[in-house]
């Protein structure tokens, strides 16, 4: 599974991602796309909408349990790290 994106009003579709993207969500702000990359459970990556290069934002996101919000986003980790984890310029 992979990301792409293509114009609204048509045009050629653009792949985002390269190596797996499952369980997107738009960024408060609609400039960047979360995702994990395994099917259920993993690190939480994060991609610009207007392209450029992905980056981790957390180490465990369980069960596709993340919610991007405006000042941050709520998230199931692992035993006692489940917060909220704020995300300056996402």
Aim: aromatic letters at 14%; proline letters at 7%; one cysteine or more.
């Amino acid at each position: 599974d992979e990301f792409w994106r293509a114009p609204f009003a048509g045009g050629s579709a653009q792949q985002m991602t390269t190596v797996g993207a499952s369980a997107g969500r738009l960024s408060a702000d609609q400039k960047s796309v979360f995702y994990l990359k395994s099917r259920w459970s993993g690190p939480l990556f994060a991609i610009p909408l207007a392209g450029g290069s992905e980056r981790q934002l957390l180490p465990y996101v369980q069960n596709f349990s993340f919610l991007p919000v405006e000042d941050g986003i709520y998230y199931l980790g692992q035993r006692n790290e489940d917060a909220r984890f704020p995300l300056a310029g996402c």
